[in-house]
């Protein structure tokens, strides 16, 4: 999220930027070349994956900070809703689930957690 601005010459990023890699101020006029449609679609598959690749695998693990322990940080509570990556699933879907309890090691640090999901309640460590 941004400040507008007054400039009504700004330009955002926009879903409609990967889709027709311009802002999305109209529908687009469709080719009727089948052969172009489908080397469009297969670029915007491929630019998707690349985009999720590297969403999943660079973003998300900056989210996660691991400092090993040696500057404080906050502790993961009850009750937390956390995301669960699996590899199994297609890009786009995650799995959810909600913090039931944690586990802190000797120096009250949080090191496993249990985490109920659709399945049951399985311990992660964090």
Not at 16 to 21: K, W
Not at 34 to 53: C, P, S, V
Not at 58 to 76: A, G
Not at 119 to 126: K, R
């Amino acid at each position: 999220m941004i400040t507008l601005t007054e400039n009504p010459d700004d330009e955002y990023l926009t879903p409609g930027h990967f889709l027709v890699e311009g802002s999305l101020i109209s529908i687009p006029q469709t080719d009727p070349d089948h052969k172009n449609l489908k080397t469009r679609w297969q670029m915007i598959q491929d630019m998707n994956k690349q985009f999720w690749k590297k969403w999943s695998s660079d973003y998300l693990q900056q989210l996660q900070v691991r400092t090993k322990w040696r500057t404080p940080s906050k502790n993961i509570e009850v009750n937390n809703i956390v995301l669960i990556k699996d590899e199994n699933l297609p890009a786009g879907k995650w799995s959810m689930g909600k913090v039931v309890a944690f586990h802190p090691g000797k120096d009250g640090y949080v090191r496993v957690v249990s985490v109920k999901t659709k399945n049951g309640v399985m311990q992660w460590l964090i």
